[in-house]
């Protein structure tokens, strides 16, 4: 691990990850995880369009929600390979599985880079991710907030505000209980 200027992050060959919220063992593990060939990986910059982008693929799969799939979350549909907080094992999941990543290129596995697996990359105006990921983080409490947009603007640029999908989660969900 090498040092960031975050207390809150820390940095995996070259890439800002949360210390609350990310599993070591899990980043490390992604890139000799056994991709398979029906396996379907979609891989976005948070506040991109991912859970949005699972949704369709989920309802293409399981031919809109015919046997009952509307009652599984969207979360154990289609599994983060780096995030995981439902602890799903993903390699006792039937095919095609439905695998979410935020990670770069050079982190997700080998064997997805070696064609193994079929990729949907989803990318959406950095701007635009910039606004959403404000108007988000201002509207959850126990998130770290900019002052303004612009210092979110500039945390944003440097790495050191990145948002991490496993804190939307968890956020989210204690906002339900």
């Not at 979410?100 to 959406?124: C, D, E, F, N, Q």
Request: with cysteine; hydrophobic share 35%; proline share 3%.
């Amino acid at each position: 691990m090498e040092k960031v200027d975050s207390e809150q992050l820390f940095s995996y060959k070259g890439h800002n990850f949360s210390k609350k919220l990310m599993k070591l063992d899990l980043i490390e593990a992604a890139e000799d995880f056994e991709t398979r060939d029906s396996d379907i990986f979609i891989g976005t910059y948070p506040k991109s369009g991912t859970i949005w982008t699972q949704n369709i693929v989920c309802l293409i799969l399981y031919e809109g929600h015919r046997n009952g799939t509307e009652n599984i979350l969207i979360s154990r549909r289609g599994v983060s390979i780096e995030y995981n907080i439902y602890n799903v094992d993903i390699t006792q999941l039937p095919s095609p599985r439905v695998i979410t990543s935020h990670l770069p290129y050079y982190l997700v596995p080998k064997t997805l880079r070696a064609k193994k697996g079929k990729v949907i990359y989803v990318y959406r105006n950095p701007k635009d991710i910039l606004v959403s990921y404000f108007h988000y983080v201002n509207s959850l409490r126990g998130m770290e907030n900019s002052c303004n947009l612009e210092e979110h603007m500039q945390r944003f640029l440097s790495g050191n505000g990145k948002m991490e999908i496993k804190s939307l989660i968890i956020t989210t969900l204690s906002k339900r209980a």
